[in-house]
């Protein structure tokens, strides 16, 4: 990573495990911040088993670990939590998301930190806050999918409230955490001073769904499930191709909409006075999804999409990782990336989530192994080689 790069000089440090705090590390990490992850000695990052392995390396820790030197420590132990401190003394930004209280029983609370370095920015990550009534309760990314208002918003309208298949409220809550680090980084060039950032689960999916709370506030209105479909506009679905894949489509614009059912062979509609407006469409729905649906089922994914985009009607296959990693506009963004890993030789994955004309960001290497830089970490703080060894004997390291 060149100098150039935005964190450059950025010193972060990496307690969390799982999914939301450590991927708000390799966030920074991208744009040149020196993560160091810290992991139990006996109890690695649960993220290192999650999902499928190759050759017993776990692959999604390879994303998650990226751009990031590993230690172990035993935080609990008073000597990992002297030596914690010595790590963060000249730190500029601590991540972690044990359950509240726990850092303050081990003599770890933002109040001992700041004493030892006043200008550490810390990320406090939890289920629900470190505050309230669930403030001590176990939380992950599931129970804010549900609690937000995610759950019961999305599935089909006589079917049950449904999660994603994928850690979402975790993802959005590490962008919420990098997007927060970098406010209270800028806020200390201002002041001087470190502060702490606490971040529940719970709270960043919410705020990406939109007006419901507005909503209920004005009028009493509860969204309902409605699967694909949308209460603001029409068509908007997933239609079966002929060659059983599926394409998606969507009419916020009414030019867009009037566009689509004029290629269905139904101009008609667009006479109908209900046409006029989003809502109006959408009361319907069954119409518009037949007249759609049948002239998308005659016919192949790749015909469907060239006649929408000659129509300029909005359309959208519908991928799976198979097809990502063959999309033209993917590889012309560079989306996808290899990465060099010793234990698997290279690893492709998701790049940066977008790209910088002048201090652009970059995966350097994958996660690495459990405790890899453990000796270069903690000798840089001058224990030596003896030292080192006597900590392992102990397994504070």
């Given at each position: 990573m060149t100098t150039t790069a935005p964190l450059h000089g950025v010193k972060v440090v990496d307690l969390a495990t799982l999914f939301a705090g450590p991927l708000a590390a390799a966030f920074l990490g991208d744009f040149g911040a020196d993560v160091v992850k810290v992991e139990h000695p006996a109890k690695p990052d649960p993220s290192r088993g999650h999902g499928p392995a190759k050759d017993g390396v776990g692959l999604w820790w390879k994303v998650l670990g990226r751009n990031k030197r590993t230690v172990t420590l035993k935080l609990s132990d008073p000597?990992?939590?002297?030596?914690l401190r010595r790590l963060l003394a000249d730190a500029d930004v601590l991540v972690e998301n044990f359950r509240p209280g726990t850092l303050e029983r081990w003599g770890l609370g933002p109040d001992e930190l700041h004493a030892v370095n006043p200008r550490l920015v810390i990320a406090r990550?939890?289920?629900?806050?470190?505050v309230g009534p669930y403030a001590p309760r176990p939380g992950f990314g599931t129970l804010a999918e549900a609690m937000s208002g995610f759950a019961a918003a999305t599935?089909?309208?006589?079917?049950?409230?449904?999660?994603?298949p994928f850690g979402l409220a975790d993802s959005v809550t590490a962008l919420a955490a990098a997007y927060a680090v970098m406010l209270a980084l800028r806020g200390r060039d201002l002041t001087g001073r470190g502060q702490v950032v606490d971040l529940a689960i719970i709270e960043p999916i919410m705020a990406m769904l939109g007006p419901q709370i507005t909503w209920y506030d004005q009028l009493g209105y509860v969204q309902p499930r409605l699967g694909n479909r949308s209460n603001n506009n029409a068509p908007r679905n997933t239609y079966r191709c002929a060659d059983g894949r599926w394409v998606a489509v969507s009419t916020s614009a009414q030019s867009i909409a009037e566009r689509v059912v004029r290629l269905v062979g139904r101009p008609d509609l667009v006479d109908e006075p209900w046409f006029a407006t989003g809502s109006g469409r959408a009361a319907h729905a069954d119409e518009l999804d037949a007249a759609v649906g049948g002239w998308v089922a005659k016919r192949d994914r790749d015909e469907v999409v060239a006649a929408f985009e000659a129509a300029h009607a909005a359309v959208a296959p519908v991928y799976d990782v198979r097809d990502i990693l063959a999309d033209p506009q993917y590889a012309a963004l560079g989306?996808?990336?290899?990465?060099?890993d010793e234990e698997l030789g290279e690893v492709r994955m998701q790049n940066v989530p977008f790209r910088m004309s002048d201090s652009p960001g970059e995966i350097r290497h994958a996660g690495r192994r459990h405790g890899q830089d453990t000796?270069?970490?903690?000798?840089?703080?001058?224990?030596?080689?003896d030292e080192l060894a006597a900590?392992?004997?102990?397994?504070v390291i």
């Open positions: 000597e990992g939590a002297e030596l990550i939890s289920g629900f806050g470190q599935g089909e309208p006589d079917g049950p409230p449904t999660l994603p989306t996808v990336v290899t990465v060099p000796d270069a970490v903690f000798g840089a703080l001058g224990l030596t080689g900590l392992r004997e102990r397994g």
